[in-house]
């Protein structure tokens, strides 16, 4: 029987109307949701992709800020921009697009973001809150794939998930994001001599790499759960992910498509940890229940 789809569309239109009911509440009581957005340069894609994180703001009920610079803004005068975002009570989330221009060095401008702001999750710290399991901002798309597991029923404690990809983006967070859901947890990179060996065994697989069909049908173990997270065109210049969809679908139970899967999720989960971020501010009692001074419903698990 082919795979059931698990649709991330579908997923990030419920997450996105809570998130703005909740939005709605926060913001009568004078508190509404605020995102800045910070851009350098003029990568197509990334103005895109900056573009709809806006967008989505504006949908969720949010006040977003969008500040663009020339390539050439200066690495201090980004890094002041940050500071000012940091002590402006508005503001709740701040996010520098990446990739920066080669003269900015990306690790000191994440680092400045304020922690309590670092709704994209990468700052060492928040990766430090992540490996000790302390509440923190998650990474994002790992966030979202973690709630894609989810809608499929599938208790993840003794089961083996394998990530394919270590990036400290998307396959380490999602590594710790499984084993904080008592799963055996193998992370598998270019450097894994037999991908296969590992995925044969996995209830779960994950699937960041960048390279198309590098998970096929005869890798995947029947009845498992595959999350694609990779994004690359094929010959036809159609978007598809690392997943051989047509091949794992007659095999695994669930599978998220690409486009429709992974991609909804990373800017629905972004909304997600900006929200909390203004929630955090409340007073115990008018915070949302199980999200008081809080990040994950249930510390530790998303
Ligand atoms: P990345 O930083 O390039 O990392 C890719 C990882 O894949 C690396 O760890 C690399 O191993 C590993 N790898 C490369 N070739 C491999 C192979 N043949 N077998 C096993 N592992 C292999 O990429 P990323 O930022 O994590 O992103 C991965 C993919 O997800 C990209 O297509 C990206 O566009 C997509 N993505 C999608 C979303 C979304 O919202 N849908 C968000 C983020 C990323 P080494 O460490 O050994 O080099």
């Known amino acids: 029987m082919p795979a059931q789809l698990i649709d991330g569309v579908k997923l990030s239109q419920q997450l996105r109307a809570d998130i703005a009911r909740r939005a709605a509440e926060l913001t009568a009581q004078g508190r509404q949701p605020g995102l800045a957005v910070i851009i350098v340069g003029d990568d197509p894609a990334s103005h895109v992709y900056v573009r709809n994180k806006v967008k989505a703001c504006g949908d969720a009920g949010f006040h977003s800020v969008l500040e663009k610079y020339e390539a050439d803004f200066a690495e201090q005068a980004l890094l002041d921009r940050i500071a000012a975002l ?39 710290l928040s990766a430090g809150e992540l490996v000790a399991n302390l509440p923190g901002f998650r990474p994002c798309t790992p966030y979202g ?22 990036s400290n983006t998307v396959g380490k967070p999602m590594a710790l994001l499984l084993l904080q859901q ?4 193998t992370i598998c990179h270019s450097a894994t001599p037999d991908l296969g060996y590992h995925t044969r065994q996995a209830d779960v697989v994950v ?56 991609g909804p999720m990373t800017i629905t989960m972004l909304l997600m940890n900006t929200l909390e ?16 001074q809080g990040m994950d419903p249930k510390p530790g698990l998303v």
Do not use: W
């Open 207 to 262: 699937a960041a790499v960048g390279r198309r069909n590098t998970l096929t049908g005869d890798m995947v173990k029947p009845g498992a759960v595959v999350i694609d997270v990779g994004i690359n065109r094929d010959d036809d210049g159609k978007l598809c992910g690392d997943v051989d969809f047509a091949s794992v679908s007659e095999v695994a139970a669930h599978i998220t498509p690409v486009p429709g899967g992974v």
């Open 182 to 185: 008592n799963a055996t947890v």
């Open 145 to 166: 794939c973690m709630k894609l597991i989810e809608t499929t029923g599938i208790d993840l404690r003794g089961k083996h998930a394998v990530v394919i990809g270590r």
């Open 86 to 124: 940091n002590a402006d009570p508005g503001i709740h989330g701040i996010l520098v697009q990446m990739p920066l221009p080669r003269h900015i060095d990306p690790s000191k401008v994440i680092e400045a973001i304020a922690t309590t702001k670092d709704v994209d999750g990468y700052s060492v």
């Open 277 to 292: 971020s203004a929630e955090r501010g409340l007073p115990k009692n008018e915070a949302q229940p199980g999200q008081a």
